[in-house]
DNA sequence: ACGGTGACTCGCA
DNA sequence: GTGCGAGCCACCG
């Protein structure tokens, strides 16, 4: 699983998931799988935004305030609704 | 089997 | 920054 390579204390947009998984443009099937996993998977779904830094879930869906909640605890850092996407380079 | 929908992204205006 | 349209693929009724 491509989530399960990534690092802690690094968000990763779905696009860029996408493209690890070899799905260009299938961002969609990324959330879609997220949704689908179970609350005990082990995969850090939460380290995936939108390509706009920011959380894709509704800010009063529980899953949103985890993942918030998380994401600082790895050490992310976050404007409001808003993570820092800072210029990490994926695996070069 | 078919069509609609969705935790999305990108290019263009 | 904001809006529109097109592309992606799997799940659900």
Same mark, same amino acid.
């Given at each position: 699983m491509v989530l399960a390579a990534v690092p802690s204390g690094t968000v990763v947009t779905y696009g860029q998931v996408a493209e690890l998984a070899g !799905? /260009?443009?299938?961002a969609r099937m990324v959330g879609r799988i997220l949704g689908k #996993?179970?609350?005990?998977?082990? !995969? /850090?779904?939460?380290?995936v935004v939108n390509a706009a830094g920011?959380?894709? #879930?509704?800010?009063?869906s529980p899953s949103f305030k985890v993942q918030k909640a998380r994401l600082q605890e790895e050490g992310v850092v976050l404007n409001k609704n808003r993570v820092s996407l800072k210029k990490f380079n994926w695996q070069p």
């Open positions: !799905l /260009p443009r299938a #996993l179970p609350k005990a998977t082990q !995969l /850090p779904w939460h380290r920011k959380i894709s #879930l509704a800010e009063d």
